[in-house]
């Protein structure tokens, strides 16, 4: 099995404890609603537009936000496919896995979903390279990384997953085990294209199954791309003879400091007036009442047939999770009868 070789600093603590009160601090804040899904879809365009643009893709952020609202865009194929290829990985999180482990095949499909008709061979979508690929300078052809050899692809990637799901991993902080996971799966390089994506999108997922980012406040790529030449660089930085990966790890760390604490002030600044208002404290939103939630948001109202289409249940169901938002007065009833719709409750 694959072990990571690394050590703790003064300074990669100091920031795992920033991160830890933070985190703390905007999960437990008092966020109404419609506050939670802003939060929650800006974090998601904001990864899908830094991680694509990081290997190149040349849409805007505004771009981006368009796609994600199902508007037109005016710009090359590949670079709106990866787009909404992220887009559709970020947004289907809880259902890229089956249970709290990663498997082979959870690997292969979320490839195939970032990289759906954008290479030039749709075969190598999910699937691992049968050639050999090098790391280079697209202008200089200079070679900066010579990743392992085809055949070896198979049983690293198997090693890295089965370290993954380890309970030597679970007892790492799980912002120590995304970066350690991150920077394994570039240097094992398993597919002909995309690696950069995929492994941004694991370490997300990551997170996201250690309940880190439950609620998908964080985009951990802009750090990154603010800063791409410092991101290849540190990768790149790794001794491949004894692959101590402490110097990574510290700019993984505080690049997930930078983002948790932009985050937390603007979870402060949207906090303040509920403070003001109410004791009550964070409302609790199911996965079903976010996507409820998203959908008003969008489009200023929802229906019970709409809850019905969108969520796959049935019309009991559905009146279910309308009164539970109800009572909770997430939302309130507008109009009657078959004009009866439910909008964001004011105040």
């Known amino acids: 099995m694959f072990k990571p070789n690394f050590h703790y600093t003064d300074r990669i603590v100091n920031n795992l404890t920033q991160i830890a009160v933070a985190r703390e601090l905007i999960l437990n804040s008092p966020l109404v609603p419609k506050w939670e899904v802003s939060l929650r879809r800006d974090a998601i365009i904001r990864s899908a537009h830094s991680s694509t643009a990081i290997e190149g893709n040349r849409l805007s952020l505004e771009q981006v936000s368009d796609l ?4 037109e865009v005016m710009a090359a194929r590949k670079d709106k496919q990866e787009v909404l290829n992220y887009l559709k990985v970020l947004e289907d999180i809880d259902r890229l896995t089956d249970g709290e482990k990663i498997a082979e095949n959870d690997i292969l499909k979320i490839h195939k979903l970032l990289t759906k008709e954008t290479l030039e061979n749709p075969s190598d979508c999910g699937a691992y390279r049968n050639r050999y690929v090098v790391v280079g300078n697209r202008l200089t052809g200079e070679v900066i990384f010579r990743p392992p050899p085809n055949e070896d692809v198979p049983s690293l990637t198997r090693s890295l997953i089965e370290w993954i799901n380890s309970s030597e991993a679970k007892a790492l902080d799980a912002v120590i085990e995304a970066g350690i996971a991150h920077y394994e799966f570039v240097r094992i390089h398993p597919f002909v294209d995309g690696n950069g994506r995929t492994a941004r999108a694991i370490a997300t997922l990551i997170l996201y199954l250690r309940g880190f980012d439950a609620k998908q406040f964080f985009c951990l790529d802009d ?10 660089k540190t990768l790149q930085g790794v ?25 937390k002030e603007k979870v402060i600044r949207l906090s303040s007036e509920r403070l003001r208002r109410t004791k009550r404290g964070q409302i609790a939103l199911t996965e079903r009442q976010m996507k409820i939630i998203e959908f008003i948001n969008q489009n200023g109202q929802i229906t019970n047939r709409d809850i019905r289409r969108m969520l796959k249940i049935s019309a009991q169901a559905a009146h279910k999770e309308i009164l539970k938002l109800v009572e909770s007065e997430v939302i309130e009833p507008v109009g009657k009868g078959r004009s009866l719709v439910y909008r964001l409750k004011v105040g």
């Open 68 to 71: 994600a609202h199902g508007r």
């Open 223 to 232: 750090y990154y791309d603010s800063d791409r030449p410092a991101y290849y």
């Open 239 to 263: 001794d491949q003879k004894n692959l101590d990966l402490t110097n990574w790890l510290d700019y993984f760390v505080e690049g997930v400091k930078v983002n948790i604490l932009a985050v």
